[in-house]
């Protein structure tokens, strides 16, 4: 095509022009690249961190310390939804740690290792010890074992809130990674809970589960309070307990998209403003090929080609761009609990791609309308 061939030597004459709208394009989608992986990987972080290792939608008694019945029918109603990964019955219980001069309250959880394994991953963060659960066992939470200079092996005597005594062996020593559910959580054996709370077989204090994501909990915990089995009891989930997680996870979303925006915006006056100068440099030839037969549209489509050529190799440089830092700061962090991972996704990154090559095209139309008010005979005659 004609307008390709002649955009494309408009862009071999003025490379350092060129190389310059191309830098630009490339700033703005590596940022976009590398700030949207960053929100995007900070929020799975912080979800992870708050929430990856508790009950995301939790079925309960109506009356605090009632217990549920985990009957077969709301084992299907459980079943029956494909968003929930698993589900974990549990028996809760408070306990005060009697360590003679000084004391500490617990909240002891209740179950089998290999269903509470599922939701808190002892196994993975258990640091001294081991993940076992006999009805005669513990895992206490490493800031409490800090405090009170307790290890695997150790016993724990613990006051019942119905003021009877129990001692039990620390099989080990977990770290869920927030201080204060490691110093105020402890895991018990199912036996242990149930003869504590005097409950039958069946009986739990609550039915915690998780949800492939985290985000769908409020629709997965309105659809389990839709379902008869549920009738009489309380479902709540983690997004109504955590407004102000929320609401910060929203304001960053918030201020990475305005970054981002504001960013674009600027790339796209630049390439504009740059388009429209070349395009007033180039009247002369323009003119000379409106003059041979070339009509406006065509002319016009050479500031199309030139945003597109621009906008493809500028955007797949800005990729690559945003890639690398996410790698250089990836790499950074290996090994730091000061940062984390950063996981680029790849519906994202197309998605900055074809954003970036957009806003190049879009730049051109004003270069484009300036082409289509050159008349031919007005500049061969100021030549």
Do not use: C, H
Not at 10 to 22: D, K
Not at 92 to 117: C, F, K, R
Not at 204 to 227: K, M, N
Not at 254 to 259: A, D, F, N, V
């Amino acid at each position: 095509m004609l307008s390709l061939r002649v955009a494309a030597r408009f862009l071999r004459r003025s490379p350092g022009q060129t190389i310059l709208l191309m830098a630009g394009i490339a700033v703005g989608i590596g940022v976009q690249v590398f700030l949207g992986s960053l929100i995007t990987s900070l929020q799975a972080s912080l979800v992870e961190e708050t929430i990856g290792t508790s009950s995301q939608v939790t079925v309960s008694a109506e009356k605090e310390g009632s217990p549920v019945a985990f009957t077969s029918q709301r084992r299907a109603a459980l079943a029956a939804q494909p968003q929930i990964t698993t589900v974990v019955p549990v028996r809760t219980l408070s306990a005060i740690y009697d360590a003679g001069a000084e004391s500490a309250p617990l909240g002891l959880i209740g179950g089998e290792i290999q269903a509470l394994d599922t939701i808190y991953r002892l196994d993975e963060n258990v640091t001294q010890g081991a993940a076992t659960l006999a009805d005669d066992e513990v895992m206490i939470g490493r800031e409490l074992a800090q405090r009170f200079t307790l290890a695997p092996g150790d016993q724990l005597a613990l006051v019942l809130a119905d003021g009877k005594e129990a001692v039990l062996r620390i099989s080990g020593v977990f770290d869920l990674g927030v201080a204060d559910v490691n110093e105020r959580t402890a895991f018990v054996g199912s036996g242990f809970a149930r003869e504590a709370l005097g409950f039958k077989a069946d009986e739990y204090t609550a039915i915690q589960t998780q949800v492939d994501d985290p985000f769908a909990s409020a629709d997965v915990a309105a659809a389990l309070r839709g379902e008869a089995a549920f009738d009489a009891l309380t479902v709540t989930d983690w997004q109504a307990q955590n407004a102000d997680l929320l609401s910060a996870l929203r304001s960053q979303s918030l201020s990475s998209y305005m970054i981002q925006v504001f960013v674009l915006i600027a790339v796209a006056l630049g390439i504009a403003s740059t388009l429209a100068i070349s395009a007033v440099q180039k009247t002369r030839q323009i003119g000379i090929l409106k003059a041979m037969g070339m009509p406006d549209g065509r002319a016009g489509l050479i500031f199309f080609w030139q945003a597109g050529i621009i906008g493809v190799l500028g955007a797949a440089a800005g990729v690559g761009a945003g890639l690398a830092l996410i790698g250089v700061f990836s790499l950074a962090g290996r090994g730091s609990d000061a940062l984390f991972p950063i996981t680029p996704q790849v519906a994202f990154v197309v998605i900055s791609f074809v954003v970036g090559v957009t806003v190049a095209l879009l730049s051109s139309l004003i270069p484009i309308r300036r082409t289509s008010r050159v008349d031919p005979i007005e500049v061969i005659q100021s030549q």
